[in-house]
């Protein structure tokens, strides 16, 4: 199957810390990826995991759990510039991309 | 970094024309070019897989006679809207897979169609 879930919209305060989770199910895995989409642009690539374990960037960090077909994106100290669609993606045993429907994530003051 | 880019980046066409978007990998080259349309607050659609050299693999749902993808080179691929209708007013997005890494995927910045 290609199941793959995020929550639709998130809201958090600046400056603090927001976990956007991702579970899906599927038969052939080749890596979770997570992108930001700003309205009217196309997504950029924020994180890859393909082992299990928290892969930490900057202020982004992302976890992986193959066994549970689980994913989080983490984001600390948001700042506004934050508030953005997040999509995470799960690549298939034929390395193409299925991607969630994406959480919009809203920061306020 | 590697580099995608989409042309044009806004279109506006009448109903029935027929519109050309292009994709290139400006500094990779990319076997497989993926297109993408992407409607207000939805996610990302997959419309075909377009490999170097052979036919596009259209999504069910897709139409292929409509939706003409062209991959001549290992740089670029076109995505041509035929007859394009209201319905087809959409952001389309390519983005490309490096030949070395196939967990590697660029995306373009997008191409905003606007038919009347």
């Known amino acids: 199957g290609q199941n793959i879930d995020q929550p639709t919209e998130m809201t958090a305060t600046e400056g603090a810390i927001v976990q956007i989770n991702c579970t899906y199910q599927?038969?052939?895995?080749?890596?979770l990826f997570w992108y930001q989409q700003h309205a009217g642009e196309a997504p950029t690539f924020l994180s890859y995991n393909v082992l299990d374990g928290l892969e930490e960037k900057g202020r982004f960090s992302s976890f992986l759990s193959r066994s549970k077909g689980y994913s989080y994106l983490l984001l600390k100290e948001l700042q506004m510039k934050d508030s953005a669609s997040y999509l995470c993606a799960y690549m298939d045993s034929n390395y193409q991309l299925i991607w969630g429907a994406g959480t919009k994530l809203i920061i306020k003051p | 970094g590697a580099v995608v880019s989409q042309h044009p980046s806004r279109v506006i066409c009448k109903s029935g024309t027929s519109v050309k978007i292009e994709c290139r990998s400006l500094d990779f080259q990319a076997t497989t070019m993926f297109w993408y349309r992407q409607f207000p607050k939805q996610s990302l659609m997959l419309m075909a897989t377009s490999n170097e050299g052979s036919k596009a693999t259209y999504e069910q749902g897709v139409e292929k006679d409509k939706f003409l993808i062209n991959h001549a080179s290992l740089t670029l691929s076109t995505l041509t809207v035929t007859s394009a209708h209201p319905e087809d007013s959409s952001f389309y997005i390519c983005s490309a897979r490096s030949t070395g890494r196939r967990e590697e995927q660029y995306f373009g910045p997008g191409t905003r169609l606007t038919v009347l």
């Open positions: 599927t038969s052939g895995f080749n890596g």
